[in-house]
């Protein structure tokens, strides 16, 4: 029984973790430790607070060129009249109001929506490599899209949403339960098997019906590639309230998260209801990826890459990995979208193209790191 008793000088042991025995608790308190550890040495509160606010000005100067560069460069004064006395008869407000401020707003929700799920899949899985392309959702979403296409002969971007978004959420609805089958139910490794096997067949499918439909590719190939150009408010505020409701559920798991991506029994010691962690956790996931997919269509290596530099700026702890996780994937989906319209202009590549081209090298290079680890 001494082996029971937590070490001299430390906190009682919660009931729960003394119901599963030493094990257990030596792995809680050494787990918690080495991670209370790494959070003191990389941050302090007041100075991660600070970071937000950083983050803030830089998510408002990269708005700022959202608005001001594209085919035609508006100066500054000029996009700061048409946001605060707006003129109605002038060209550039018009401009301005109506295709850019929309497209910088769209820019803001995926990036930050595809940064959160991106960590909440890491935090979940405790793999470095997840994405939400992990589950399917992406997969699902575009085979939704390109079937509304095909045997509706819809040609709409609202109701692709609609469309998108309920690909999405079958598919992760059936990765979790082939993933649940079997004795140990939804374990980490299971939920990344049938969502590759869920993505193959999916893929096969979406494919299939492009190449027996040249009308159908034509509608939604711009789509496919990933990008934000023409979306304006209306479908905005058809997807904001998903994309919010998500972001606030991921952020309200925080401390959840951070016991779970400790290991299931861990989190199990001391008294969490994993079960249900998980389950908010993966409809968190589902309307944060589902609905940016729908707006913008699958964009890639935004919750594959921002997740890792967060954690490497403000640590594990997932209060904070999470709203640092939003404000990162704005920015950088913001500007790899400045990036796309400038870089050929006056042609302009899908966002997706440019987010690709950013975290494709990247992926390789965490690859090989992990594989040397």
């Known amino acids: 029984m001494r082996h029971l008793c937590p070490p001299p000088g430390s906190r009682a042991l919660p009931t729960p973790a003394r119901l599963y025995g030493p094990q257990i608790y030596l792995m809680t308190t050494a787990a918690i430790s080495a991670s209370s550890r790494t959070l003191r040495l990389v941050r302090s509160r007041p100075a991660l607070v600070a970071g937000l606010g950083v983050c803030l000005a830089l998510l408002g100067m990269a708005m700022m060129s959202s608005i001001a560069f594209g085919a035609a460069d508006?100066?500054?004064?000029?996009?700061?009249?048409?946001?605060?006395?707006?003129?109605?008869?002038?060209?550039?407000?018009?401009?301005?109001?109506?295709?850019?401020?929309?497209r910088a707003a769209v820019a803001v929700l995926v990036g930050a929506a595809l940064a959160v799920a991106g960590a909440v899949m890491q935090g979940l899985t405790r793999n470095p490599l997840s994405d939400t392309g992990i589950l399917g959702i992406e997969t699902g979403a575009?085979?939704?899209?390109?079937?509304?296409?095909?045997?509706?002969?819809?040609?709409?971007?609202?109701?692709?949403?609609?469309?998108?978004?309920?690909?999405a959420a079958l598919t992760s609805v059936?990765?979790?339960?082939?993933?649940?089958?079997?004795?140990?139910?939804?374990?980490?490794?299971?939920?990344?098997?049938?969502?590759?096997a869920l993505t193959a067949l999916l893929s096969s499918l979406t494919t299939g019906m492009l190449i027996f439909n040249q009308r159908t590719l034509e509608e939604v190939r711009f789509w496919l590639a990933g990008s934000i150009a023409g979306r304006d408010l209306g479908l905005l505020l058809q997807a904001s309230p998903y994309l919010l409701a998500g972001l606030i559920l991921a952020l309200a798991l925080g401390r959840q998260i951070t016991t779970l991506s400790l290991?299931?029994?861990?989190?199990?010691?001391l008294g969490q209801k994993t079960g249900w962690v998980k389950a908010l956790s993966a409809i968190a996931?589902?309307?944060?990826?589902?609905?940016?997919?729908?707006?913008?269509?699958?964009?890639?290596?935004?919750?594959?890459?921002?997740?890792?530099?967060?954690?490497?700026?403000?640590?594990?702890?997932?209060?904070?990995?999470?709203?640092?996780?939003?404000?990162?994937?704005?920015?950088f989906l913001v500007i790899s979208d400045v990036a796309a319209r400038l870089l050929l202009r006056p042609l302009e590549l899908p966002v997706?193209?440019?987010?690709?081209?950013?975290?494709?090298?990247?992926f390789i290079w965490l690859v090989r790191w992990r594989v040397r680890k």
Not at 149 to 162: D, E, M, P, T
Not at 263 to 269: C, I, L, P, W
Not at 286 to 310: D, E, K, N, R
């Open 74 to 102: 508006i100066d500054p004064p000029t996009v700061l009249e048409a946001l605060f006395n707006f003129d109605p008869t002038a060209t550039n407000h018009l401009i301005i109001r109506t295709l850019r401020v929309p």
């Open 142 to 167: 575009a085979l939704g899209v390109v079937a509304a296409v095909y045997f509706l002969g819809i040609n709409s971007l609202a109701v692709y949403a609609l469309f998108a978004f309920a690909g």
């Open 174 to 196: 059936a990765v979790y339960v082939l993933g649940s089958m079997g004795r140990g139910g939804p374990t980490p490794l299971k939920l990344t098997i049938a969502g590759a």
């Open 263 to 269: 290991g299931d029994d861990v989190a199990k010691g």
């Open 285 to 331: 996931v589902v309307l944060l990826a589902g609905a940016s997919t729908a707006v913008a269509g699958p964009i890639g290596f935004v919750g594959l890459v921002i997740p890792h530099v967060v954690r490497f700026i403000v640590g594990v702890d997932y209060r904070w990995v999470l709203p640092y996780a939003a404000m990162l994937g704005a920015i």
């Open 352 to 362: 997706g193209v440019m987010t690709a081209l950013i975290g494709g090298p990247f």
